[in-house]
Nanobody, 124 residues
Framework: QVQLVESGGGLVEAGGSLRLSCVASVRTFTNYAMAWFRQAPGKEREFVAQVTWRLSSTYYADSVKGRFTISRDNAKNTVYLQMNSLRPEDTAVYYC?????????????????WGQGTQVTVSS
């Protein structure tokens, strides 16, 4: 029903920036909250950021607040994650997620649709 495709990952030096993109194949993009999660090797998948389905309120994990910015372009069915001041501990596979009319962030099990992930590696 909903397909998500991430792009924009890569290798960057500490202090650098990357912008991740996620394109959603769905008829009514605005009915879905969009979120980013990440998972480092051997660690749990963790919440990074979310933009809600209607008011487009944004939420961030404390670890990225002030450095990352989530936004959505409803005309393009795309959500972005602008990552600045990257640190080696940001290294992870970043996943785009979508959930129907979600207004508050939640754990990964509450999101129905997922992208394939894109690798972000930050060198020191």
């Amino acid at each position: 029903q909903v397909q998500l495709v991430e792009s924009g990952g890569g290798l960057v030096e500490a202090g650098g920036s990357l912008r991740l993109s996620c394109v959603a194949s769905v008829r009514t993009f605005t009915n879905y909250a969009m979120a980013w999660f990440r998972q480092a090797p051997g660690k749990e998948r963790e919440f990074v950021a979310q933009v809600t389905w209607r008011l487009s309120s944004t939420y961030y994990a404390d670890s990225v607040k002030g450095r990352f910015t989530i936004s959505r372009d409803n005309a393009k069915n795309t959500v972005y994650l602008q990552m600045n001041s990257l640190r080696p501990e940001d290294t992870a596979v970043y996943y785009c997620a979508a959930d129907y009319r979600r207004t508050v962030p939640s754990g990964y099990s509450h999101y129905d649709y997922w992208g394939q992930g894109t690798q972000v590696t930050v060198s020191s």
